[in-house]
């Protein structure tokens, strides 16, 4: 009986490592992006994202353009950092496309 729930909680734990998600949020600002071309910035934060530190101004990315989208996310890169860190660093990535 010890040695199945010792297995279940090991399966558990395991699958709560591994089955994570990554956070991701888009904004459109105008008609959206009517090109390809594209800027990615990390934004830098501390304390398991509670305070910012250094963080991408999305307008000045686009460089004055009217239409554009801007992705936000933590990749799994970010994520690996964060995890590496304790939680103490952790970046996310945004990119614009105009």
Known sequence: ?????????????????LLTSCYSY???VGK???GNDQ??????YVIYGLAPVGVSDSKQMAGGAENYT?????SF????????TF?????TTT????
């Open 1 to 17: 009986m010890i040695k199945k729930t010792m297995k279940t909680m090991t399966v558990v734990f395991a699958a709560s490592l």
């Open 95 to 98: 990119t614009v496309t105009k």
């Open 39 to 44: 800027t990615t910035k990390w934004n830098h």
């Open 26 to 28: 888009t904004s459109v």
């Open 87 to 91: 939680g103490i660093y952790t970046p």
């Open 70 to 74: 801007v992705h936000t996310r933590q």
């Open 32 to 34: 959206g992006a009517q």
């Open 77 to 84: 890169v970010n994520g690996l950092v964060s995890a590496l």
